[in-house]
């Protein structure tokens, strides 16, 4: 019971949905609010417009169901797509946040990357995709003190691109500049628009930085990120926030030349996940249990029940032999190999089978 | 009637070899699982939800317009009770049991996951889970150990221990097919266990509290909501509603019955399941489980437990896929002389009734339990 009077609107609409509730199953109220009113769900998301952003990017505008929590520059969601009957999802970070909620991603290929080809190449306008809540740390920074430094590289310019637009529509309020690699030219992607700010903005400015082109044009510079490269386009760095973002290598390098120089700094690093190969099984992995925030060494050459009844844990088990899903959990990344048909899993799923299964790198499990 | 069996007692490495052959059956059906299975069982939760959907329907309309024009009133009632009670039958076997084994976990789609899915029926799904997919699907017809034997009520096998109580069973055994989903519901209580002193009341209180709650609200839902929806003309619908689940509780329970206790059908005792190997589990599995032929429509209606010994074998496999996976391991069966207990409804039924008439007597074990293995 709460203090606050409910107004008998709100009484009456919860005394519906407990209504419903009993009428029907909840996965029958899925399928029927599903048919009713398809945008209704906060999980999905709708693709408006597809356009192509560069030569093996393409960008996709989103118009998340309602209910669905936002996002803030700067942060990723997690975006899904079924592909041969299995939902595969990949964290993204939505290039633009439209003042309608609509959003937008920009997706690379990637070699062999099964969702990001699926988003390129077949998803049509139209169509429904999964996407999750809002996610990750590195936003703008709330002081306005201090002039900017973004420095992007590959897909690292997703996060900082929402950035620099949610910037730009406020007249670009602080001093920015952004440096952002890629190897060649064709690869880079908002450059118009890029472009387009610097011309018209007298606090922005924008190098692009090829590694495996010439530069003919002005805004163009060459070479891999090292300390002449900064002094040279960034001489004022002490007096800069600075934000990077890029493959882990590249973050780690911005870090060591940037930290300790710029006022503060501040990185978000990813790297493709890791596809472990393994058939050893000595060692151990770190397992995340991500429900109980522990993180636990585990031996790799037993079943993942095993290991963790042997750590004191207790998950909830049935026949250790994988056939009645009773220890079915959550695997949020990593890889794992399955103990009876040897085969290796990499995709996050939603049902891992602890008693069948053994860590191949480290986990995050959903206990 | 009697058993009829004729199994070739296999060798140790016959046996080896016998278990990896299923092993490769699943091995390539696996492999071969996308997006035809995910469209399969989404057609079957869609038609759950739109035949459910006409049946609801159909009963208001009968139970208003019928009472306006009388000769609309049974015609019009007992259509949309045969379809509500065929929704029902689809969601329990093709789409509630499947998905709960996990076997379309694989999808990653939460709408079809096993551990989250809860069904149409009294009992509460995790109380299913344990039960059946850990209990009856781990000790499959092993004594003292698969409560689905008999459910702890009815003497279906000479190895179970006769007592006067039996002589009822015929009677019994028909109050439980007609009550079965309720049955099912407190099979996890076992509350012969509290009658026998074993389990303090406090106790059963506390797992019943779930239990409670989801019988009430399944008695919410069909017996009181929905007519009500009709107003005045409550009766029909209500009356449709009781029928609908009688129905469905008939129907699973032959199907169910049919898989387990059929004349060929053994059970093992303890020692059986000492230091089995994998082999010996499949072996197990065959020689306790029967099919039913039929054709796709047999499959659908009985949730694939047509093909119960497939189930048994590959319990998280997509169960669409069972008729095609069943060729392969009746080849394998016969190839390695094991007897394939498959027959038609009418006559594995009958074999249920049998047994159920049978044991309501004392009667003895033929001969000694056949074993899995020959002994070194």
């Not at chain 2, 306006?68 to 259509?79: E, F, G, S, T, Y």
Request: hydrophobic residues 45%.
């Amino acid at each position: 019971m709460t203090a606050r009077p409910r107004s008998a609107r709100r009484l009456a609409r919860g005394l519906v949905r407990r209504v419903a509730d009993v009428m029907a199953p909840p996965q029958a109220l899925a399928f029927w609010a599903d048919r009713l009113v398809p945008g209704m769900d906060a999980g999905r998301a709708r693709v408006l417009e597809r356009r192509r952003a560069s030569a093996d990017a393409v960008t996709l505008v989103l118009q998340p169901g309602r209910g669905w929590g936002g996002c803030r520059p700067g942060r990723h969601v997690s975006i899904g797509a079924e592909i041969e009957g299995r939902r595969v999802r990949r964290s993204y970070s939505p290039t633009a946040i439209r003042a309608d909620g609509r959003i937008e991603i920009t997706v690379k290929r990637v070699a062999g990357g099964k969702l990001s080809a699926f988003l390129c190449d077949d998803v049509a306008v139209g169509a429904w995709l999964d996407i999750g809540p809002a996610f990750g740390e590195m936003t703008l920074p709330a002081q306005r003190d201090a002039p900017l430094l973004f420095l992007a590289a590959g897909s690292g310019i997703t996060p900082l691109m929402s950035m620099t637009r949610a910037l730009a529509e406020r007249g670009m309020p602080v001093r920015l500049t952004l440096l952002v690699w890629a190897r060649r030219r064709d690869e880079l992607c908002f450059v118009d628009e890029l472009r387009g700010f610097a011309r018209d903005m007298p606090g922005f400015d924008v190098r692009f930085m090829l590694t495996g082109d010439t530069a003919t044009e002005d805004d163009e510079g060459i070479g891999r990120i090292d300390a002449a490269l900064l002094a040279k386009h960034v001489p004022d760095i002490e007096t800069r926030r600075v934000l990077a973002c890029g493959p882990n290598d590249f973050v780690d390098v911005a870090r060591r030349l940037a930290a300790s120089q710029a006022l503060a700094f501040d990185s978000e690093a990813f790297t493709p996940p890791r596809i472990a190969d393994d058939i050893d099984t000595s060692g151990s992995v770190q397992v995340t249990l991500a429900a109980s925030q522990r993180v636990l060494t585990l031996p790799r050459s037993s079943s993942l029940l095993e290991a963790l009844e042997a750590a004191g844990l207790a998950p909830a088990h049935g026949c250790r032999m994988g056939i009645c899903n009773t220890c079915a959990c959550g695997k949020r990344s990593g890889s794992t190999r399955h103990l009876h048909t040897g085969a290796l899993e990499h995709e996050p799923v939603t049902a891992l089978r602890l008693c069948v299964t053994r860590a191949a790198s480290d986990l995050v499990l959903d206990l | 009637m009697t058993s009829t069996i004729r199994n070739r007692v296999l060798s140790a490495a016959e046996l080896e070899r016998f278990g990896n052959e299923i092993d490769a059956v699943r091995a390539r059906t696996v492999a071969t699982l996308g997006q035809g299975d995910a469209d399969y069982i989404r057609a079957v939760a869609a038609s759950v939800r739109w035949i459910g959907l006409a049946g609801r329907l159909l009963l208001m309309v009968g139970a208003i317009a019928g009472a306006l024009v009388p000769a609309l009133l049974w015609p019009v009632c007992i259509a949309g009770t045969l379809l509500l009670a065929l929704s029902k039958i689809l969601e329990n076997m093709e789409l509630g049991h499947n998905v709960m084994h996990g076997q379309f976990d694989w999808t990653g789609d939460p709408q079809l996951n096993g551990q989250a899915y809860e069904w149409d029926i009294a009992g509460t799904s995790d109380n299913w889970r344990k039960t059946h997919n850990h209990h009856h699907h781990t000790w499959t017809n092993v004594r003292g150990m698969d409560d689905d034997i008999g459910y702890g009520l009815l003497r279906l096998f000479p190895e179970q221990r006769w007592k006067p109580f039996h002589l009822f069973q015929p009677v019994i055994a028909v109050v439980f097919a007609v009550l079965f989903e309720w049955g099912i519901a407190i099979q996890d209580l076992r509350l012969g266990r509290w009658f026998a002193g074993k389990l303090r009341f406090a106790q059963l209180r506390e797992q019943f509290r779930p239990v409670g709650r989801k019988m009430g609200r399944q008695v919410l839902r069909d017996y009181v909501l929905w007519p009500l929806l009709a107003g005045p003309f409550f009766l029909p619908v209500l009356l449709g509603n009781v029928v609908a689940n009688v129905l469905r509780n008939l129907w699973t329970y032959i199907v169910i019955f049919c898989g387990h206790f059929t004349a060929d059908a053994e059970t093992f005792p303890r020692e059986s399941v000492r230091n089995e190997s994998r082999g010996q589990w499949y072996l197990r599995q065959l020689r306790g489980s029967s099919n039913l032929t039929g054709g796709r429509l047999m499959n659908l209606m009985t949730g694939n437990l047509s093909h119960q010994i497939e189930h048994h074998f590959f319990p998280d496999i997509p169960a669409n896929r069972y008729a095609a996976m069943a060729v392969e391991v009746r080849e394998i069966c016969a190839r390695h002389g094991q007897h394939y207990n498959t027959g038609s409804m009418p006559v594995q039924f009958g074999q249920v009734v049998w047994r159920i008439l049978r044991h309501a007597f004392p009667s003895k074990p033929r001969a000694a339990s056949l074993a899995l293995q020959a002994s070194a």
